[in-house]
């Protein structure tokens, strides 16, 4: 199973929108409604941004949302804030009874 | 709280066997997946596999079949990950998740272990 495909990085200045790809197969992305996405700051443990697509769990912020088209999923931040400064990995349920994550992407505030 | 602590690994010689548990506290163990996650370093996730704690069932990522065993103490309320034959790929932060049933996403985290694999 292979990495989804993630941009490397991506920077905004504050209050500015950016969003984030990550593109996947049939197999992954495209075959379920089950991708997940998570932030982390250095030396931290990942956390849950978004799951099954665009749902948000309690307490995270509602400039975080979700989407997918075919096989690339996406999540946009709004509003962008120094706390967001942050690497993003997105993550998709797949056949078999897997899971994969996408390749990462570092998410810089200007 | 619902809580995931982790313990274990350290430095190890290639060639040989970690262990890494996951104990969990705050909710009904058997009622949750848990699931580990590695990150090497400077790099990105990568998903090992699953345990079901309720019946013990497992789920490994094709690349590390017939390398890893994730077994579980439901009486600890415990899962461990055995990863054998390593090499300094294998070098990373070890993450148990856990996975609310049906959900396919991860809401709580352990602290993550550190392995390293040297001679």
């Known amino acids: 199973q292979s990495a989804l495909t993630q941009p490397a990085s991506l920077s905004g200045s504050p209050g500015q929108s950016i969003t984030i790809s990550c593109t996947g197969t049939?197999?992954?992305?495209?075959?379920?409604?089950?991708v997940s996405w998570y932030q982390q700051y250095p030396g931290n443990a990942p956390k849950v941004m978004i799951y099954?697509?665009?749902k948000r769990p309690s307490g995270v912020s509602n400039r975080f949302s979700g989407s997918k088209s075919g096989n690339t999923a996406s999540m946009t931040i709004s509003g962008l804030q120094a706390e967001d400064e942050a690497d993003y990995y997105c993550?998709?349920?797949?056949?078999?009874?897997?899971?994969?994550f996408g390749t990462g992407t570092k998410v810089t505030v200007l | 709280q619902e809580q995931l602590v982790q313990s274990g690994a350290g430095v190890k010689k290639p060639g040989a066997s970690v262990t890494v548990s996951c104990t969990a506290s705050g909710y009904i163990f058997s009622t949750y997946y848990l699931h580990w996650v590695r990150q090497a370093p400077g790099q990105g996730l990568e998903w090992l596999g699953a345990i079901d704690p309720s019946d013990g069932a497992t789920y490994y990522a094709q690349n590390f079949q017939g390398r890893v065993t994730m077994t579980r103490d439901t009486l600890t309320s415990t899962v461990y990950m055995d990863l054998s034959s390593l090499t300094s790929d294998d070098t990373a932060v070890y993450y148990c998740?856990?996975?609310?049933?049906?959900?396919?996403?991860?809401?709580?985290w352990g602290q993550g272990i550190q392995v390293t694999v040297s001679s």
């Open positions: 099954e697509v665009n």
């Open positions: 993550c998709s349920y797949a056949s078999g009874v897997t899971y994969v």
């Open positions: 049939i197999s992954d992305v495209g075959g379920y409604n089950l």
């Open positions: 998740a856990r996975e609310p049933r049906s959900t396919s996403y991860f809401d709580t």
